[in-house]
């Protein structure tokens, strides 16, 4: 890691380039394969996951004799159902709390005169990272915020495994969030048959989850066409520190959200360098034994610690990070709250680990990153749900704000627009 004594120089100059990044290859590349879904449908679809994911698919679709069959060991079907339970729970509560002082999910002024409805979208495409790897987190922790918000139609889509099947873990993850539609694609691919739909498929009014460059600039060129959770970027993680620290702890925080690819990023901020020292030779000592070791070698290239004057200038930095997770790990993480406001996860103490956020906890794993936290929200049931405004005037209330309206239209130029009021008060001809 890269240490930067803040004290004496600039901690913000490299933070502030950072971005969601799109290279000229890669938004080719998603044009035309964005371009031939809306040409060839599902022909496009089989054609992408063969040469991408499984060269023998037979069919884009995931039947429904996969996802009642599959099986996993009991052990891992009760971590499916627990972390299942949680994470309906928190959007459950979350849901309740939107709803507090709504009469079915709508709500008037004191006067009956103005309103508005929450309401689910009617449909949401969920899509899930796969290939040669498996993440029934994501089903769970994308789908069920779905659900919980009350969607009546949810799709996913995942790229399949070389022989054309779905890991029996994320199937479970399907039939446990009951999702009844499931396409064996995914890129760049999975995301325009989501949006635009196909011959088989129909499109999707929001889609929601992580993806590669691929995924992401495809979202980027059908934003308008559907609703997005955002723009997903690499993993990171910031560790806030202080001088009552556990050094290991905050390693292992560190290092489990750096796991995933040599891309991702860790952040250290603290303004005890004794304690930032020790986390750093923790770092160094559980890299040294860490399965994945050489990702976690490459992405520490690319991560910094930051030593810093005082809290002040630590909650500075941490809010101009803007993490996708931050591990507050201080004897007394709740009086960062006031001063931490751009986060997409905060995780406060030390018995709330990285990977309780990542797989059981109950909030989705779904983060902005790349300093997006600044202005993005975490996948919940508020990804999937819309206002609806209302309005509902009587009589005399029109009167009354009938000169206001006509004279919003002769100032802009519309007298249409000042008569649809004030023809309401007229005499008949």
């Not at 206002?387 to 802009?412: D, K, V, W």
Request: glycine share 8%; aromatic share 6%.
């Amino acid at each position: 890691m890269r240490w930067i004594d803040a004290r004496t120089e600039d901690p913000f100059a490299q933070l502030a380039r950072r971005t969601a990044e799109s290279d000229a290859e890669t938004r080719r590349v998603v044009s035309e394969l964005v371009e031939d879904v809306r040409r060839r449908g599902d022909e496009a679809l089989l054609e992408a996951a063969r040469s991408f994911d499984a060269p023998k698919l037979e069919s884009i679709w995931v039947t429904e004799e996969e996802i009642r069959s599959a099986r996993v060991s009991e052990e891992e079907e009760r971590a499916l159902a627990e972390a299942a339970k949680r994470i309906l729970l928190f959007h459950w509560g979350q849901m309740a709390k939107l709803q507090e002082g709504w009469s079915s999910a709508v709500w008037w002024s004191d006067e009956g005169e103005v309103g508005q409805r929450m309401l689910p979208v009617d449909s949401a495409g969920i899509y899930v990272p796969g290939g040669r790897a498996a993440y029934p987190s994501s089903v769970l922790m994308n789908a069920l915020p779905a659900v919980a918000a009350g969607v009546r139609r949810i799709v996913v889509a995942t790229p399949a495994r070389p022989d054309g099947s779905i890991a029996p873990a994320v199937l479970v993850a399907l039939r446990l969030a009951g999702v009844r539609e499931a396409i064996k694609v995914g890129g760049a691919s999975a995301i325009a048959a989501l949006a635009l739909g196909t011959q088989t498929l129909r499109r999707v009014d929001v889609v929601a989850g992580p993806g590669n460059r691929f995924v992401n600039e495809a979202k980027r060129q059908l934003w308008g066409q559907v609703g997005l959770d955002g723009f997903a970027g690499p993993s990171e993680v910031c560790v806030l520190t202080d001088e009552t620290t556990n050094p290991t702890f905050a390693a292992a925080d560190l290092l489990t959200q750096i796991e995933h690819a040599p891309d991702n990023v860790g952040y250290l901020v603290g303004t005890s360098e004794r304690t930032l020292r020790a986390i750093l030779g923790e770092v160094e000592r559980q890299t040294a034994s860490a399965e994945r070791r050489s990702t976690l070698e490459a992405a520490l290239q690319g991560s910094l610690a930051f030593l810093a004057s005082d809290d002040r200038q630590a909650a500075d930095i941490v809010n101009a990070i803007a993490p996708e997770h931050l591990s507050v790990a201080t004897a007394e993480p709740e009086r960062w709250l006031g001063s931490i406001r751009n986060a997409g996860c905060v995780l406060l103490g030390e018995w709330s680990p990285e990977s309780a956020g990542d797989f059981v906890a109950g909030p989705s794993h779904t983060l902005p990153t790349g300093g997006s936290a600044r202005f993005q929200s975490p996948v919940s049931a508020l990804t999937f749900l819309k206002l609806q405004s209302l309005i509902r005037l009587e009589r005399a209330t029109l009167e009354g704000l009938a000169p206001t309206i006509a004279a919003f239209g002769r100032m802009e130029g519309f007298p249409a627009h000042a008569r649809g009021a004030t023809i309401r008060f007229e005499d008949p001809a």
